[in-house]
């Protein structure tokens, strides 16, 4: 199975801040990377597919980059609604396999 | 607008047979994978396997095969997650999802389903 890790695996950032995350495969996977955020209590939801596609409805201070071994997700200026979080998840070959995550608190 | 929604809550014993759906609606149910999620008590996310309800070919993860049984009827645009005999370490969160159109990451999400085992 491809191992998917995230660093840091908690952050705490202030409102406006720059916010970045790091989710590095244990093998290649081109860029079949997806990026979701979770809140308590809620079901997952999609923010980037394709390592750096945004998915429609999704804020522009999102975005993706990356391909191979290593991703990220920026967040260009974090705001209180930010507060999840974020897994990756390769889906290059089954099975599929997510990020154990990254959680972001605001300071 | 895509929905997917999940059967509530349940309750279970060691030992006991549990079945949870997930209806699709606002799409074409036969046309697009359906897979299972689950996450542990303050975990993250496992992918357990898939379903294809036009032809129900099903892909498991080898960590799941055997453990649950994924299917769909098709009828009532619905599939299931289901389990013979249930453990405590079964008890989690599961989430239905459907893959994007051509792709593999899941686009929409259904609400979730708690279980709890427990003697």
């Known amino acids: 199975d491809i191992q998917m890790t995230h660093s840091p695996s908690t952050l705490s950032a202030s409102v406006g801040d720059r916010v970045t995350i790091t989710c590095r495969a244990s093998?290649?996977?081109?860029?079949?990377l997806a990026w979701y955020q979770q809140k308590p209590g809620k079901a997952p939801k999609l923010l980037i597919y394709k390592a750096s596609t945004l998915e429609g409805g999704v804020p522009s201070r999102f975005s993706g980059s990356g391909s191979g071994t290593e991703f990220t997700l920026t967040i260009s200026s974090l705001q209180p609604d930010d507060a999840a979080t974020y897994y990756c998840q390769q889906y290059t070959s089954n099975p599929l396999t997510f990020g154990g995550g990254t959680k972001v608190e605001i300071k | 607008e895509v929905q997917l929604v999940q059967s509530g809550a349940e309750v279970k014993k060691p030992g006991e047979s549990l079945k949870i759906s997930c209806e699709g609606s606002g799409y074409s149910f036969t046309s697009y994978w359906i897979g299972w999620v689950r996450q542990m008590p303050e975990k993250g996310l496992e992918w357990m396997g898939i379903?294809?309800?036009?032809?129900?070919?099903?892909r498991y993860n080898p960590s799941f095969q055997g453990q649950v049984t994924i299917s769909v009827d098709k009828s009532i645009s619905t599939a299931y997650l289901q389990w013979s005999s249930l453990k405590a370490s079964d008890s989690a969160m599961y989430y239905c999802?459907?893959?994007?159109?051509?792709?593999?990451?899941?686009?929409?999400w259904g609400q979730g389903t708690l279980v709890t085992v427990s003697s």
């Open positions: 093998q290649s996977i081109s860029s079949w």
């Open positions: 999802a459907r893959r994007a159109e051509g792709s593999e990451y899941f686009q929409y």
């Open positions: 379903i294809y309800p036009g032809d129900s070919d099903t």
